[in-house]
């Protein structure tokens, strides 16, 4: 059988090639036969292109139904999906590039120009440009392809996607994700959530990450149901849209939104039998102001980059607030001491994970790989957490200083080097304090230097968003004399968060 994820997918597509699969905002439809035949275009273009299989593609391109058709493409193919952050800055484009060196480049047509200059300088042969509403040179050379392709034979362990994952030491790491890894977390997720005949998905996720091209998509995909398919989250329309599915995968933001509209009531989400949650932690008044307000109870579960989902709470049974569950059937989870020593129930260590859908290492950094990794074949997630005495596990805290808002991950050391390189700035340091919208929002902590008696905190912000996705920036600036340090010279962030927290 082919370990092919597309081909595992397709195995469960309906019989019946018009069944709908993408419903879009002006009502049109995709049909499951239309995405069969659209992803062979694309897939046919990547191989007339001359990319080979383990070739990378990157595409840092809006939603739409034509990048679903790449990344379906590239599976098809054998090609290696490589997605990007719209928000992502030319810096931080320029190093995906350099060290992935993809075949092709597909950017947004307003970028065309930028993108040519960067694919240039780190060689990648070929450049497309593709438009949210499906315009576009990749759409017009996809359109002169045969709608039939045979898909690549394909081993299980063989790469299917890298996502870039930000480093602590400010360079990012492309995590390998296999077909193997992706096909192990989209079947158990499509078990444990009771994905069944009639679902219909809200999808409203971005899909440049995991939760929403890997989580979402391959849910429904896999269950051959029809997803609604949005280009962003709009609380007002995703009401609207919830008495037409059945299913609602978000960030605690979204449910956040949810919350501040008055017609988030129990009749406008009667249709909706799943409400799930993840990407950051969900704050407990969250969780029971929509329970009260919809009699809807928020599924909380853990995952990342690097393995997509590892624990869950239970469709059935209780949804403990403050915990994401049980591990998931076929990962194993364990909360170890500093000697990787397994630690009993109630204590708090640092979680470890293992099974199919946890990734094969880092692109290009095997130094890095051995480190993460226990001579059991465990990854060391770089989370804290613990176990209470029903199995429920609870994340505490990160030991990698790593901040989320609205669902994505932020790593201070970058924007660190960042403010430090600007003039008239000594030092700085980053951290994430409560935001009722965001989870956590980035907060910077500057020491000011030699001739920066004039630095701004407005001056700062304004500087970082040329060169820094947006999410990265600062929502706020405060500046003191000097930074807390122990004695061993580290900045003392807890302290500094009790200071500004307020």
């Known amino acids: 059988m082919n370990g092919n994820l597309y081909d595992l997918l397709a195995a469960r597509f309906p019989a019946d090639p018009v069944a709908p699969c993408l419903i879009l905002p002006d009502g049109r439809k995709v049909s499951y036969g239309e995405l069969e035949s659209q992803s062979a275009r694309y897939g046919a273009l990547l191989k007339e292109a001359g990319l080979k299989p383990g070739d990378r593609v ?114 990012s790491k492309g995590a390998m994700l296999t077909h193997r890894n992706l096909a192990a977390n989209a079947f158990v997720l499509h078990r444990y959530w009771g994905f069944r005949p009639g679902d219909v998905l809200l999808h409203v996720l971005p899909i440049f990450h995991v939760h929403g091209l890997f989580v979402a998509t391959h849910c429904a995909l896999a269950n051959g149901s029809p997803m609604l398919f949005e280009p962003k989250f709009d609380a007002r329309r995703a009401l609207r849209l919830m008495r037409e599915a059945t299913v609602f995968m978000g960030v605690p933001t979204y449910y ?56 869950s709470n239970p469709l059935e049974g209780e949804r403990r607030i403050g915990t994401v569950g049980f591990p998931l059937p076929g990962t194993e989870v364990r909360v170890v001491g500093d000697a990787d020593q397994p630690l009993p129930a109630g204590e708090i260590g640092q979680i470890q994970v293992r099974g199919d859908n946890v990734f094969i290492g880092y692109w290009q950094m095997p130094e890095k790989t051995q480190e993460e990794f226990t001579p059991e074949g465990y990854f060391r997630t770089g989370d804290m957490g613990r176990f209470d005495a029903d199995g429920y596990l609870a994340i505490i805290g990160r030991n990698k200083d790593l901040i989320i808002t609205g669902g994505l991950n932020v790593y201070p050391k970058e924007i660190e080097e960042a403010i430090d390189a600007l003039p008239g700035v000594a030092e700085s340091a980053v951290i994430g304090l409560p935001h009722p919208d965001f989870g956590e929002a980035v907060t910077a902590v500057v020491v000011r230097g030699k001739g920066g008696e004039g630095v701004s905190a407005e001056a700062i912000i304004a500087e970082l968003k040329g060169r820094i996705a947006g999410f990265k920036v600062p929502k706020a600036v405060h500046f003191v004399g000097d930074l807390p340090r122990n004695a061993m010279g580290k900045v003392q962030k807890n302290l500094l968060r009790q200071l500004f927290a307020g």
């Open 256 to 311: 956040v939104r949810l919350l501040q509209e008055k017609g988030l009531t129990r009749e406008a989400v009667a249709h909706m039998r799943l409400f799930i949650s993840g990407s950051a932690p969900l704050l407990p008044e969250t969780f029971a102001e929509f329970r009260e307000r919809t009699g809807q109870t928020l599924l909380e579960r853990y995952g990342m980059t690097e393995g997509g989902m590892f624990t």
């Open 58 to 171: 990157a595409a840092q391109v809006e939603k739409s139904p034509e990048a679903l058709y790449l990344y379906l493409g590239c599976l098809r193919a054998g090609c290696v999906f490589l997605p990007l952050n719209p928000a992502y800055q030319r810096g931080e484009v320029e190093y995906f590039l350099d060290d992935a060196k993809p075949g092709l480049f597909v950017c947004r047509p307003e970028k065309l120009e930028e993108a040519q200059e960067l694919a240039w300088a780190a060689r990648v042969p070929l450049v497309h440009d593709l438009g949210e509403r499906g315009d576009g040179s990749l759409v017009a050379a996809a359109a002169e392809m045969p709608d039939s392709f045979a898909t690549v034979q394909s081993a299980g362990s063989d790469l299917a996607a890298i996502l870039y994952t930000s480093g602590t030491t400010g360079r």
